[in-house]
């Protein structure tokens, strides 16, 4: 294979907001990303495509600051996300936000509880911890409930939930943190098609809204192809497609799914469901 670059110069213009410069990371010895240069530029919608393993949620990790390179730089919205100072480090992270492929809500909490932890790191740890929010905050937490389509669910506990509706608390208390950066790690894999599509769009059209940045990871190029203004294709932890979703070919998309038909093991230094391990 070959890398395939169509960016236009409009996405190249401006400060990155995602910067990764020589960039490895290894696991068992074996190199699970292998990145000389990537910039993710502020208002991008970024879609990581590519086969289980191929790296895309450790590059999420990276930026997150979950996981620390063996090599090379991560800058996440202006800043080292595992720099060695702790005011640093807590600035970025109230700047990224992640949705994780599980949620992760706490399932005998109430859904407007669960929201307002997404503001934890303006309102404090004990101050969130005994529910003591500010009414902007609870408001907030309200209208965002509204704007995702759980309007009077709030005191309803989360285990009470379907799955369609755990997603739309997992983007709302996203949106709570009121962050420069979005991640969502394979948002939509455990939603029924019909769901799947609506959740994505949702999600695409807060963003919007707010004009910040997103970065997903995804298994369908169709879908990808729909909401994205920017396709990164992944094998075996390298770049092999960056450009616009027009620019991703049947052909382009073969070379990023290739290995799926002749092998489908997980590699080495993988988990079970083909992400590197946390």
């Given amino acids: 294979w070959r890398r395939i670059s169509a960016l236009s110069t409009d996405s190249a213009k401006g400060k990155p907001i995602l910067h990764v410069d020589g960039l490895h990371v290894i ?113 907030e937490a309200e209208r965002i409930l509204d704007e995702v389509g759980l309007k009077g669910l709030g005191n309803r506990r989360v285990e009470t939930l379907s799955g369609g509706q755990r997603q739309r608390a997992a983007i709302a208390r996203a949106l709570m943190q009121d962050a420069d950066v979005i991640l969502a790690d394979e948002p939509i894999s455990n939603l029924d098609p019909e769901l799947a599509e609506d959740a994505l769009e949702l999600l695409v059209e807060c963003v919007e809204r707010r004009q910040v940045t997103l970065v997903v990871t995804l298994h369908q190029p169709s879908l990808a192809k729909r909401f994205a203004t920017r396709l990164i294709g992944l094998l075996d932890g390298e770049i092999i497609y960056d450009g616009p979703p027009e620019g991703l070919t049947d052909e382009v998309s073969h070379q990023v799914y290739r290995d799926t038909l002749e092998d489908d093991t997980v590699r080495p230094g993988k988990n079970d469901d083909g992400n590197a391990p946390p």
């Fill in 27 to 139: 696991y068992d010895g074996v190199c699970v990303l292998d990145l000389p240069n990537l910039d993710i530029h502020p208002g991008e919608r970024v879609f990581l495509l590519g086969r289980s393993g191929s790296g895309k949620t450790t590059l999420l990790r990276v930026f997150k600051g979950r996981v620390s390179p063996d090599t090379g730089r991560c800058e996440s919205a202006g800043g080292n996300p595992r720099s060695t100072s702790r005011k640093v480090r807590r600035r970025i992270q109230r700047r990224i936000a992640m949705i994780d492929q599980e949620f992760y809500l706490v399932p005998r909490m109430r859904v407007i509880d669960n929201i307002l932890t997404g503001c934890l790191g303006r309102v404090g740890v004990i101050r969130s911890m005994l529910g003591w929010y500010p009414q902007r905050e609870w408001d």
